[in-house]
C-alpha cells in the first residue's frame, strides 16, 4: 500500500513539475540567446572597433562559455544526484542570472570573457530540468517528457535572438544584459517556491568525499550503454552545426547578395520551429515504434536530405530543406534524451544529463571551426555533403552500438514493456 502512495505521489509530482520547468528551460534558452547576437556589437563599444578583432573576441567569447560549460556540468551533475535536482535547477537559474547581469557591467574585453566564462559554468539549466523530470516520471513517459522539454529549448533559441534584437534597439546594450538576467532570476525564485521535489540521497552519496564522488561520476557515465548514447547525442548535434557559420555565406551565394541577412534569419527561425515541433510530436511515436528505431531512421533520412543542397540553386529551395532538417533534429534530440534517462536508475539522472551537457558543449565548440576549415578546403556546398555523412554516421552508430540494458523493463502503471527500451 505504501509503494502504491509513492507511485502516485511521484505521478502527481513529474505532472505539477513539467509546466515549471519547461518555462525554466524555455526563459534559459531564450535569455542566453538573445544577448548572443550582438555580442560582436558590443565588443566593439569596448574599445575593440576594428572588425576582424571584434570577431576574433567574439569567437573566444563564445569558446570561454563552452568551456565553463564543459568543466562545470559534471560537478553541478554530482551535485545534482547528493543534494536534489530541484536544488540544483535554482542554482542553475540563479546563478545564469547573475552571470548574464554581471555581463552588462563589463568595462573591457577581459572582463566579458570572465563573466561569460563564469556564465558557462554557472548554466545548465536544461539537464538540471531534464534530470529533475526524468528523476519523478513513470518510465513510459519518458520519451514524451523529453520532448516536451527539448520543445521548451528549440522554442526559446528560435524567438530569443528575435526579441533580442528588438530590446537591444530599445534599451541599449547593457539593460538588455540585466533584462536577461532578470528573467533567467525570476524564473529561479518561481522554481524555488513552486517546484516539488520529495529527494532522498542515495546511500553510495552519503558521506564520501569529492575523489569518490568523482570515481561515482565516471563510472555513472563510462559504462557501454550510456557512451553509446551520449556518443550519438554529440554527433547528432555536432553534424548540423558544421553548417552554421556556411549557411549565411551559402544563401548569400544562392541570392546574389541581395537578400542573404533575410534569408538567413528564416533558415534558422524555420529550422528552430520545426524542431519544437518535432521534438514533441515524434516523442509520441518514439514510445510506439521504440527510440532507437526513430533515431536511425531520422539520421538516416536528414543524410539524404542534406544531399539536394549540392544541387539547389534558390535560397527558397534550401530553407525548405533546412526547415526538413529541423523536423529530423527535433525527433533525434528527444529521443537521445529519452534514452539517457531510461540508461541509467533513477538516482544518477544529475551526473547522466550534466555529462550530456559537457558532450553538447564539445559539439558547439568544434562543429562550427570545423565547418569553417570545411568551406575554405572544400567549398561551401561540399560542407553539406559533409553533413550528410556524418549523418548517415549516425544512423549506423546508433543501430550498432546503442543498447539499453535495462531491457523488458515492466512499468507499475500499466503492467507493460516499452518499445522505446525493448530494443537490441
Not at 540567446?33 to 558590443?42: E, R, W
Not at 559554468?121 to 523530470?133: E, H, N, Q
Not at 514524451?144 to 524567438?159: R, Y
Not at 518561481?190 to 569529492?210: D, I, S
Request: charged share 10%.
Amino acid at each position: 500500500m505504501k509503494s502504491s502512495q509513492q507511485g502516485h505521489s511521484h505521478t502527481e509530482l513529474w505532472r505539477r513539475n513539467l509546466p515549471l520547468a519547461w518555462v525554466a528551460i524555455f526563459c534559459g534558452v531564450f535569455s542566453f540567446s538573445f544577448i548572443f547576437p550582438f555580442i560582436p556589437l558590443y565588443i566593439a563599444t569596448l574599445g575593440v572597433s576594428e572588425p576582424g578583432q571584434a570577431a576574433l573576441w567574439s569567437g573566444l567569447t563564445g569558446g570561454a562559455g563552452g568551456l565553463g560549460m564543459f568543466v562545470g556540468a559534471p560537478v553541478w551533475g554530482m551535485a545534482g544526484d547528493r543534494y536534489g535536482r530541484k536544488n540544483n535547477m535554482v542554482r542553475a537559474l540563479l546563478g545564469s542570472g547573475v552571470s548574464l547581469a554581471l555581463m552588462g557591467f563589463s568595462t573591457n574585453v577581459y572582463q566579458l570573457l570572465g563573466f561569460r566564462l563564469l556564465a558557462g559554468f554557472m548554466s545548465g539549466i536544461p539537464p538540471t530540468a531534464m534530470a529533475l523530470i526524468a528523476s519523478q516520471a513513470p518510465r513510459s513517459r519518458t520519451s514524451f517528457c523529453m520532448g516536451v522539454l527539448q520543445m521548451a529549448m528549440f522554442m526559446g533559441s528560435t524567438f530569443g535572438p528575435l526579441i533580442g534584437g528588438f530590446l537591444t534597439e530599445a534599451l541599449g546594450f547593457q539593460r538588455t544584459f540585466f533584462a536577461a538576467g532578470g528573467i533567467v532570476s525570476l524564473v529561479g525564485l518561481a522554481v524555488l517556491l513552486l517546484v516539488k521535489e520529495e529527494f532522498q540521497r542515495p546511500e553510495e552519496l552519503t558521506a564520501v568525499g569529492p575523489q569518490r564522488q568523482l570515481r561515482l561520476f565516471f563510472e555513472a557515465v563510462t559504462t557501454r550503454e550510456v557512451l553509446a548514447v551520449l556518443g550519438v547525442l554529440t554527433m547528432i548535434q555536432f553534424s548540423p552545426v558544421i553548417m552554421f557559420p556556411v549557411l549565411p555565406l551559402f544563401l548569400e551565394e544562392l541570392a546574389s547578395g541581395s537578400v542573404s541577412t533575410v534569408s538567413s534569419g528564416i533558415a534558422f527561425s524555420a529550422m528552430g520551429f520545426t524542431s519544437a515541433l518535432s521534438s514533441l510530436l515524434m516523442a509520441q511515436l518514439g514510445e510506439r515504434v521504440g527510440l532507437k528505431r526513430l533515431i536511425v531512421v531520422c539520421a538516416a533520412l536528414s543524410g539524404a536530405f542534406y544531399l539536394p543542397m549540392l544541387v539547389v540553386d534558390a535560397p527558397y529551395q534550401a530553407i525548405a530543406l533546412v526547415a526538413v532538417f529541423g523536423l529530423f533534429s527535433g525527433a533525434m534530440l528527444s529521443s537521445t534524451s529519452a534514452l539517457l534517462g531510461l540508461a541509467v536508475p533513477r538516482e544518477q539522472h544529475g551526473r547522466a544529463f550534466g555529462a550530456s551537457q559537457s558532450a553538447s558543449s564539445i559539439a558547439f565548440a568544434v562543429g562550427p571551426l570545423l565547418g569553417g576549415v570545411f568551406a575554405a578546403t572544400v567549398g561551401l556546398r561540399n560542407v553539406f555533403l559533409v553533413s550528410a555523412v556524418s549523418f548517415f554516421l549516425v544512423s549506423f552508430v546508433s543501430l550498432r552500438f546503442i543498447r539499453i540494458r535495462r531491457q523488458g523493463d515492466v512499468y507499475p502503471e500499466s503492467g507493460r514493456t516499452s518499445a522505446a527500451t525493448d530494443e537490441r
